[in-house]
């Protein structure tokens, strides 16, 4: 089932009121600047607890508006009836789960598991290594929450010894990075298998889709390269010392990984046109979406945003058939655009200034 209604007050541009979702698939069409992202946008905040278009939540609140909250019901195989808001009030947002405080975001991840594909997504193929990054660390944690808890002791280690490395407390540095070399060793070794399973999902999906001869993989770069023991990294730690007291930052480790494309040794995300760009950043959602039900057994929801024009009819239908079965979809359009065969369990709703009428 996923989601059977909304309710809205003072999030974004959308009117306050409830909508009601329950369908598989539910269309949101409307002109440019109407709301359609807006209220995808409200739908992944409830599954994930933040935005994918902004990292401040004060940005979520209406303008003029003072609070904002989302309150959903959904029904999932695992909670039939499934309560979940969020809430912003007095500077602070609040997540709560049937009424109680939801107090890490780790517990929000797998209630409602939604897979997003958005315009930002094609910085996934061609932008900074930051964003693949991101994408795999997003991938990871939808499989297994427990690695947001690998992550975020990288990432609280790393900020201890950057604030060692600036104060120059050289005594304690030995102690931190021999702790940061096994944190980030953890990591690593999921990024890595990671890549190995995901890869077989991706490679053959993008050559069906993108009809290229050549194969396209995704390879993982490790920044500590092939130190697979605490040991071995913190030596080459220690060789960078010097450089990482006088930057007052660390200049190795899981937040320098990278992710590549290589076609025929080559770097194929490097020297791609747009059109292949964003083929490839559409490609690794599907991946996302088809790893995390083939890893779980579960089925996600899948909001897309504006996708399917990007797409001649052919690969709108090759597209559309490797999506993974789905608990509920969700698609915007343009008006006059076309759709592609609307099922019975549906519901259409034309998106006007913030208001959805149904149609
Ligand atoms: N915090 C906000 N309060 C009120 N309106 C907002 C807010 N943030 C964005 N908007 C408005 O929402 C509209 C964008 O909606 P969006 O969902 O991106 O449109 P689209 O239908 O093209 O997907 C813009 O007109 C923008 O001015
Ligand atoms: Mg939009």
Known sequence: MGFRSVRFHGFRNLEDGEVNLGAHEVYLIGENGQG??????????????????????????????????????????????????????????????????????????????????????????????????????????????????????????????????????????????????SAGLAVSDRRESLTREFGTIFTPLFQEVSGMDEEVTMVYRPSWGDSRSTGEVMEKIREKQDMDLALGTTGSGPHRDRFIFLADGRDFAKNASTGEQRLLSLVLRVAQARFYSETTGRKPLLLLDDVLLELDSSRRRLFRDRLPEAEQIFYTFLPGEETGRIGDNSLTYEVKNGVLYEQ
Do not use: C
Not at 44 to 67: H, I, K, P
Not at 92 to 104: A, L, M, P, Q
Not at 121 to 129: I, M, N, S, V, Y
Not at 138 to 161: A, C, G, N, W
């Open 36 to 181: 359609k992202t807006n209220f995808l946008e409200a739908l992944y905040l409830l599954s994930y607890g933040s935005s994918f278009r902004t990292r401040q939540d004060r940005d979520l609140v209406a303008w003029g508006s003072r609070e904002m909250a989302v309150h959903s019901r959904f029904e999932t195989p695992e909670e039939p009836e499934g309560r979940l808001s969020v809430i912003w009030q007095d500077g602070t947002k609040s997540i709560r789960f049937h009424g109680k405080i939801v107090n890490d975001r780790k517990e929000l991840l797998r209630r409602i598991p939604v897979i997003v594909f958005v315009h930002e997504d094609f910085l996934f193929a061609g932008g900074p290594p930051e964003r693949r990054r991101w994408f795999m660390d997003q991938t990871l944690s939808l499989h297994d929450p427990m690695y947001v808890d690998q992550i975020r002791r990288f990432k609280k280690l790393l900020k201890e010894r950057n604030h060692l490395l600036k104060s120059r407390k050289t005594v304690l540095l030995d102690h931190y990075s021999e702790q940061l070399a």
